[in-house]
């Protein structure tokens, strides 16, 4: 006989959980209206794009994403879409 003390049995080992009932678990469909509403929200599709600017003029636009609190490549989408708007 061992001389580890005891502790406790596994409850899965008696019986396979092929057997297994979950039915005191509720079923909900908030999963599936999660995905489905994840599916609706399509952010708007971006590209990469790349351009040679003046470093004077670049510096300008850093300077003033900075001043807005907003990141470089969003300030400059900003004022792509003013200037497309005029």
């Not at 080992?13 to 929200?41: C, H, M, N, V, W």
């Amino acid at each position: 006989m061992s001389k580890k003390p005891a502790m406790g049995h596994n409850p899965l080992g008696y019986r396979p959980l092929a057997d297994a009932k979950f039915e005191f678990i509720p079923y909900t469909e908030s999963g599936s209206e999660l995905q489905e509403s994840a599916k609706k929200e399509k952010k708007p599709s971006k590209k990469v794009v790349s351009y040679y600017l003046d470093e004077n003029l670049v510096k300008e636009i850093r300077k003033k994403a900075k001043e807005h609190e907003d990141s470089y490549s969003h300030f400059v989408g900003k004022l792509l879409k003013q200037a497309l708007d005029r």
